[in-house]
């Protein structure tokens, strides 16, 4: 139906209803204005939608001419844990270094270290050295424990494997204490082939 049919059929049905009541009129007006705003309307709306259908179109292409995104492959909870030990690891290089902190730190706390004996070993499964350092120590508890907190602070990657204590008297403040160390150390210089053993005793003065 065209828009001057429409106006025909309107003025046709105005005229013929002039001859009524004025509340048939008004309800021919609604009636007509009605029908004028849907031959208006709906070509408006369809117009819209095929605008918006053509940008989802071409969106759509946009999208699939994208290059596939590969995820990167998530690494298992075992090797994780794995690497970050790897990373964790001393210079193999330079355990003489943490020596060196090792008696800086138990100087400064006040203790006295006159013998220390040291083991060095391979690991051929872990892949990973070890430096094992036992120290007899004297002094108060507290003073020992602090000394024991400050190392591990100061060297990340050893551990204290073993700690005794001996007092000569039940009043007397002072313990003789056995220190077991450990440094884990990496294996990328030169390794101690088939799980080789290292051992020897210096005297620190």
């Known amino acids: 139906m065209t828009m001057q049919r429409i106006r025909q059929a309107g003025l046709q049905l105005y005229l013929g209803l002039r001859r009524s009541g004025w509340l048939i009129n008004v309800a021919a007006l609604l009636f007509i204005l009605g029908i004028f705003g849907w031959s208006v309307g709906v070509p408006h709306f369809k117009e819209k939608l095929a605008v918006q259908q053509s940008k989802l179109q071409r969106l759509q292409h946009t999208v699939a ?4 995104t590969v995820l990167p492959a998530k690494m298992p ?5 794995l690497k970050d030990f790897y990373a964790a690891l ?19 706390n006040g203790l006295a270290l ?9 690991d051929s499964a872990g892949r990973f050295h070890t430096y094992r350092i036992q120290l007899p120590i004297r ?8 000394f024991c907190e400050q190392v ?25 204490t056995k220190l077991s160390f450990t440094l884990y150390l ?15 005793k210096a005297g620190i003065e």
């Open 65 to 68: 001419s994208l290059p596939p």
């Open 77 to 81: 909870v075992a090797q994780l844990r």
């Open 90 to 108: 001393g210079e193999q290089r330079y355990p003489e270094q943490q020596v060196k902190t090792l008696f800086a730190i138990a100087a400064k």
């Open 114 to 122: 006159s013998q220390a004996e040291y083991k060095a070993t391979y």
């Open 139 to 146: 002094g108060q508890y507290p003073v020992i424990r602090q």
């Open 152 to 176: 591990l602070l100061a060297i990340p990657f050893a551990s204290l494997d073993e700690i005794t204590f001996k007092r000569d008297a039940i009043n007397n403040p002072q313990l003789e």
């Open 186 to 200: 990496n294996a990328k210089q030169d390794q101690v082939a088939g799980g080789e053993v290292a051992n020897r």
